[in-house]
């Protein structure tokens, strides 16, 4: 059997696999499938059988269809990254058994509805990235059970409603992620304040915009989509020009483990 592997297909161009293209490796522990043609569903009853697997990346594909469940049969699982895929539909309880998970990185997909409360659950995450979806309701408060986060990305959703006020026990967390939410004018100024009052040592990318704003970017109007989009380039061109003046020591790499 194959002992302590791991193997890359990544930027290889391929766009079909079969069952027995993986039966012979059960044992490989990190499996990186990335960059490539693979379309319809994940072949989850497939990798379900590689018992010792620990990192899978299965990100900048063609995957459609929901997240399967037997995704969540993997549970030495501590890395899962499914970004830049057509995943569509809600999270249910795929992943939920997922207990090591500490990165999960399931941004630029198609994912609906609300965070489901079993991420709470998922307490060894460092990383999460749920950002470019079409998620909804309040912004997480769930994310507060979840002590040892450092990085979590939730921008360009349709998460609404204030940061929540028990956001601030997260004494891990490094960055955090919220541009483009769609947020009322009230909840906007709270969630500014709250960032410089509780987050001081968090480097915030917080852009919210407004419902009429994200109306008219969302519907192309033009007037308001000019200065909507205008604002937003400024605001990120400041914030990456304040980023670049940061100390080497204290930029955060969003894919460490």
């Known amino acids: 059997a194959l002992q302590d592997l791991s193997l890359s297909l990544s930027h290889t161009h391929t ?64 890395s899962l990254r499914v970004a830049f895929n057509k995943i569509e539909g809600p999270l249910r309880s795929q992943i939920s058994t997922l207990s090591n998970l500490r990165f999960l990185d399931l941004s630029h997909n198609k994912l609906t509805g609300e965070i489901p409360t079993y991420f709470s659950r998922l307490t060894a995450l460092r990383n999460l990235d749920l950002s470019h979806n079409q998620f909804e309701g309040p912004i997480p408060l769930l994310i507060k059970s979840l002590k040892l986060i450092r990085h979590v990305a939730l921008n360009h959703n349709k998460f609404t409603s204030k940061i929540p006020m ?59 989509f000019i200065r909507a989009q205008k604002e937003l380039e400024e605001w990120e061109e400041e914030r990456e020009r304040k ?12 894919f460490t483990f």
């Open 15 to 78: 766009h079909t696999h079969t069952r027995q293209s993986f039966e012979a490796m059960v044992a490989l522990q990190d499996l990186s499938l990335s960059s490539n043609h693979f379309f319809d569903a994940i072949p989850a009853a497939t990798l379900q059988m590689m018992r010792s697997l620990t990192r899978l990346d299965l990100s900048n594909n063609k995957f459609n269809s929901t997240l399967p469940t037997q995704l969540g049969r993997i549970w030495s699982l501590t």
């Open 166 to 224: 028990e956001w601030r026990g997260l004494s891990n967390l490094l960055v955090v992620d919220l541009r483009s939410l769609k947020c009322e004018e009230h909840d906007i100024k709270h969630n500014e304040e709250f960032v410089e009052t509780h987050m001081k040592k968090v480097q915030v990318k917080l852009r919210l915009l407004s419902k009429e704003q994200i109306d008219a970017i969302e519907n192309d109007r033009s007037e308001h």
């Open 243 to 254: 980023r670049q003046q940061t100390a080497p020591d204290e930029i955060v790499d969003r």
